[in-house]
Nanobody
């Protein structure tokens, strides 16, 4: 089971750190991604990190502002979001998959996004201008 935390209301230019905690699974066996969805739009990939933490991917609009990281000892993944913009407002979800390939193509291209191994519930991020 995955559970995401850390959403909230922040002014544009502010920061939030989202956490994705796992229970019942060991995250060090999984590639992990963060996705977001705005009502009425498709879910989109934001960032992902490989099983060993050595490779990351960010969508262009968040590069340089967001950082994904993992703490396997705490069985938690983080998404540090800095310089938030109104366009970043969405419900953010974490997801895991046992293969790096599946996670990275889902994050980059939405390929088989619904077939990822597990999803957490979302956490709402609101950015005021």
């Amino acid at each position: 089971q995955l559970q995401a935390f850390g959403g909230g209301l922040v002014q544009a230019g502010g920061s939030l750190r989202l956490s994705c905690e796992a229970s019942g699974i060991t995250l060090d066996s999984y590639s992990i991604g963060w996705f977001r969805q705005v009502s009425g739009k498709e879910r989109e990939g934001v960032a992902c990190i490989s099983t060993d933490g050595g490779t990351t991917y960010y969508r262009d609009s968040v590069k340089g502002r967001f950082t994904i990281s993992r703490d396997n000892a705490k069985n938690t993944v983080y998404l540090q979001m800095n310089n938030l913009k109104p366009d970043d407002a969405a419900v953010y979800y974490c997801a895991v998959d046992s293969t790096n390939h599946n996670m990275f193509i889902a994050t980059k291209h939405r390929t088989s996004i619904n077939a990822l191994d597990a999803w957490g519930q979302g956490t709402l991020v609101t950015v005021s201008s």
